[in-house]
């Protein structure tokens, strides 16, 4: 069984302003939960090859973890591989809106024989994570 979530939210911002606020690793500590450190190895934005290492909290346990871009399509689509908490993929895709850009968070994955288990239990655990990321996210867009 594998985790397979997209939660999206509407941002009354531009597709550009999203992507430079989003695709920028010195912004997750702002919008993405649970993070309490992000360490890009080169500083700016994400482009294809970058990586990027954090500290997090899941499920009530600390790790690090890293993560690469696989894909990069400036204004509109970053798409990272992540080795924990289990191996998955993230996609963060922004489509432009009348109102401003929709944005989604697409995260796929299979969980390994520790979480196997429990990866209904999973995957509303990052649905849930990820909706309180793009929340975040827009308030931190529209407070300007």
């Known amino acids: 069984m594998a985790v397979d979530v997209k939660p999206c939210v509407l941002v009354h911002r531009a597709p550009g302003e999203v992507a430079e606020f989003m ?4 912004n997750d500590l702002r919008w993405t939960g649970g993070i ?3 360490t890009p190895a080169r ?5 294809t090859g970058a990586t990027v290492e954090r ?7 600390a790790f690090t973890y890293g993560y690469v871009v696989t894909r990069h ?12 908490p289990f191996p998955m993929t993230v996609r963060y895709e922004l489509t432009g809106h009348p ?5 989604a968070i697409h995260a796929t994955g299979t969980p390994g024989r520790f979480f196997w288990w429990a990866t209904p239990l999973l995957a509303r655990q990052v649905r849930a994570s990820i909706t309180g990321d793009l929340h975040r996210l827009r308030n931190c867009l529209e407070a300007n």
Do not use: H, I, N
């Open 23 to 26: 695709f920028d690793p010195a």
């Open 36 to 38: 309490t450190s992000s």
């Open 43 to 47: 500083p700016g934005p994400l482009v």
């Open 55 to 61: 500290t997090a909290k899941f499920l009530g346990r």
């Open 73 to 84: 399509e400036p204004d509109r689509l970053l798409e990272m591989k992540v080795d924990r």
């Open 99 to 103: 109102d401003g850009t929709t944005v």
